[in-house]
T-cell receptor, first 113, second 112 residues
Framework: ETGVTQTPRHLVMGMTNKKSLKCEQH?????MYWYKQSAKKPLELMFV???????ENNSVPSRFSPECPNSSHLFLHLHTLQPEDSALYLC????????????FGPGTRLTVT | DQQVKQNSPSLSVQEGRISILNCDYT??????FLWYKKYPAEGPTFLIS?????DKNEDGRFTVFLNKSAKHLSLHIVPSQPGDSAVYFC???????????FGTGTRLTVIP
């Protein structure tokens, strides 16, 4: 595997379900990100991890819970989501959090019913 | 309120001609700008960037121009090729921040 991978690519879940999104980067980077892209809206940063510590949380509801067990893996745990949480969730990684380019995974298309 | 705006949701250009994609921003603290390209079912891929100390950066067929006084940047692709057909996102970084602010994207179609 190369680059940034995300699983699953598609997920349909009910509002009472609990699921997790997984991201893995094979680039040796030390920073990882979760973004949300809703229809006709720009990408919104949700969480930033640098050296496995959360450095930014952009006022994301607690029904989204990130986990970064090591510098290569990032999870987004989901529970009691709302239909408006349906979106494309993108993971990215970079070397440092400064001006270095972020490399994105293909995303998980989430539908909450 | 959106700090990075791409006001043209779509653009069609003939193969071989120039494509010009535009982006406006409101935050004068932005000091680094990037363009990403996204194909269907793939994540955005980095294309080219420019620091606020420059007004132009060129990489092959791609050139980004920055007009700080107008808070405007543009991406020029010349000559355009059918493989350039994708959604192009403009992004900007606040100095010292971890956050990238993205525009909503412009879908470029290059007609053979």
């Amino acid at each position: 595997e190369t680059g940034v991978t995300q699983t699953p690519r598609h997920l349909v879940m009910g509002m009472t379900n609990k699921k997790s999104l997984k991201c893995e980067q094979h680039l040796g980077h030390n920073a990882m990100y979760w973004y949300k892209q809703s229809a006709k809206k720009p990408l919104e940063l949700m969480f930033v991890y640098s050296l496995e510590e959360r450095v930014e949380n952009n006022s994301v509801p607690s029904r989204f819970s990130p986990e970064c067990p090591n510098s290569s893996h990032l999870f987004l745990h989901l529970h009691t989501l709302q239909p408006e949480d349906s979106a494309l969730y993108l993971c990215a990684s970079s070397q440092g959090t400064g001006r270095n380019e972020q490399y994105f995974g293909p995303g998980t298309r989430l539908t909450v019913t | 309120d959106q700090q990075v705006k791409q006001n043209s949701p779509s653009l069609s250009v003939q193969e071989g001609r120039i494509s010009i994609l535009n982006c406006d921003y409101t935050n004068s603290m932005f000091d680094y700008f990037l363009w990403y390209k996204k194909y269907p079912a793939e994540g955005p891929t980095f294309l080219i960037s420019i620091s606020s100390i420059k007004d132009k950066n060129e990489d092959g067929r791609f050139t980004v121009f920055l007009n700080k006084s107008a808070k405007h940047l543009s991406l020029h692709i010349v000559p355009s090729q059918p493989g350039d057909s994708a959604v192009y996102f403009c992004a900007a970084r606040d100095s010292g921040a971890n956050n990238l602010f993205f525009g909503t994207g412009t879908r470029l179609t290059v007609i053979p």
